[in-house]
């Protein structure tokens, strides 16, 4: 016994410490003459080092940003941000709340910015590109961090591993057309401005034409006078876009992406003073149309023979392996409902003329309110949550209670309004009931109904379109944006 006593393994702190100092964490690295030397990260393969890191835990992000630094644990600081739950809800922003971090949000927005790739040559050497990428990628993560503490923001978890932001920065070197790809029910929150304004700067210093595409995929979700109110807004940005539909975009769909549009000169008639929205704004383009589209975004060659090169960037799940996928007319691409699935930059030969560049699913920095809107924006994987009843209330407050009871055909039960109720139902009744329907109960809790599991499907549906809703453009009344979708509910 006294020698079980007398030995103690190091836990906590030190055992973190540790246990960082025996990780090896370095990789082969590309020449600026496109060969590669070997250093003692090849040990590690390729998709472990390219693995994507949105979250770490304090002492992780601190060992880390050292190692980047190329010092010692002891020799750096990072600027460390202590949330104090003391709302009256913890998870939720009251109205007032809302708006003031909307104001705060809107003018540091040109602060969100997307690392750069240092400058380098021929007589770059592997090591002085190394230290300067890695010294510049330190500094940018700085910089956010100073931006989350000195303005009370809430930053979304981005990606955190270099080797990621390096797939990225090769494939717009490459490109001469560089497409976003985002999700129509909020397409603002998934384009990163910033990696407009990147794509620019290359295409200056480089002096080779780049242009920016958006690609608002899922646009079967919207209806057609939500398309237009987006195309308003995009024009008036001078934003180059387009609505697509990987998942009608199959010659089995066909008939469907035809039916999207049949409604878009009738709404053409309408108010057509306002604004300049033609149809071909507003039309959802097919599998042969977003190829054509690229071709024509595409700046001309210097020689006919040359290859057009379309890099495609978004956020996991926003459906660019589906489009890959429907541009192929073939799974190619895995398509995987796991954020992060692809990990590695890809080229894959569309025809003759046209290679798609794919970059690895990128988070990229955003502004947030909670963690809740991260959970139904589908950037938090949904069954490695722990706090449910956020996410919960949040789609409780922006979908009616009817059409949620006429979607899964239950009887939410709200309290009355003379006990204090709002006609909204909580996290707690809406999963209530859902729990009940379904027959979620936890035999460990005396029978009390699993809403632990209630919102896991729920919330599962939300992301997936069952439960729909859409932001609109700024300066739009949400609930008059949504209200055809609901109809007289």
């Known amino acids: 016994m006294g020698h079980k006593q007398a030995y103690r393994r190091p836990d906590g702190l030190g055992r973190a410490i540790i246990n960082s100092r025996n990780k090896t964490r370095r990789g082969q690295r590309e020449l600026p003459d ?39 644990f002891t020799a750096t600081k990072l600027n460390i941000k202590i949330l104090h739950q003391d709302q009256t809800n913890q998870y939720l922003l009251t109205e007032e709340q809302q708006q003031a971090a909307d104001e705060r949000q809107q003018s540091n927005r040109r602060r969100l910015t997307v690392p750069r790739r240092p400058a380098w040559d021929s007589s770059t050497t592997r090591d002085e590109l190394d230290r300067a990428e890695k010294a510049s990628f330190l500094e940018w993560r700085r910089g956010l961090a100073e931006l989350e503490e000195q303005h009370d923001l809430l930053l979304t978890p981005f990606e955190r591993n270099l080797e990621v932001w390096r797939q990225l920065w090769r494939v717009v ?24 304004v990147y794509v620019r700067e290359l295409a200056f210093n480089e002096k080779k034409e780049k242009r920016n595409l958006l690609l608002i995929n899922k646009a079967d979700l919207l209806t057609v006078r939500q398309r237009r109110l987006w195309a308003r807004h995009f024009k008036k940005e001078k934003i180059r876009f387009a609505f697509f539909s990987a998942a009608m975009a199959s010659l089995e769909d066909a008939f469907e992406v ?6 878009v000169d009738e709404e053409l008639k309408r108010e057509s003073d306002e604004d300049d929205v033609t149809a071909e704004d507003i039309h959802v383009l097919s599998v042969d149309e977003l190829e054509d589209l690229f071709l024509k975004t595409a ?58 560049c794919d970059c690895p699913g990128l988070v990229f920095p955003n502004f947030a309110s909670t963690k809740a809107e991260l959970v139904c924006n589908g950037v938090l994987p949904i069954d490695q949550m722990r706090e449910y009843t956020g996410p919960a209330g949040l789609l409780a407050q922006r ?50 109904p699993d809403e632990s599991k209630a ?35």
């Open 399 to 448: 979908i009616p209670k009817a059409y949620i009871e006429k979607t899964y055909g239950i009887k939410i039960h709200t309290r009355p309004e003379i006990d204090g109720g709002t006609g909204i139902p909580t996290a707690d009744e809406l999963l209530g009931a859902y729990a009940i329907a379904r027959g979620f109960i936890r035999s460990s809790k005396g029978g009390r």
């Open 173 to 196: 070197e490459r490109s001469s057309v560089v497409v976003q790809i985002c999700d129509a029910r909020e397409p603002m929150f998934y384009r990163s401005q910033d990696l407009a």
């Open 34 to 72: 496109g060969t590669t030397s070997a250093t003692k990260e090849d040990k590690q393969p390729g998709w472990v080092r390219l693995q994507s890191v949105t979250q770490e835990r304090d002492l992780d992000e601190f060992l880390n940003t050292a190692e980047l630094a190329g010092t010692d």
């Open 258 to 263: 035809m039916s999207l549009n049949r409604e």
């Open 299 to 356: 700046p001309p060659p210097e020689n006919e023979t040359d290859k057009i090169y379309i890099g495609l960037v978004g956020y996991p799940n926003v459906g660019k392996s589906s489009t890959i996928n429907a541009l192929l007319g073939a799974k190619k691409v895995s398509v995987s409902a796991t954020p992060g699935k692809t990990k590695h930059f890809q080229t894959i030969h569309l025809s003759e003329r046209v290679i798609l």
């Open 455 to 489: 919102a896991r499907v729920i919330l599962k549906d939300y992301v997936k379109g069952k439960l729909l809703y859409c932001i609109p453009p700024p300066g739009i009344d949400p609930v008059e944006y949504n209200k055809e979708t609901y109809g007289d509910l």
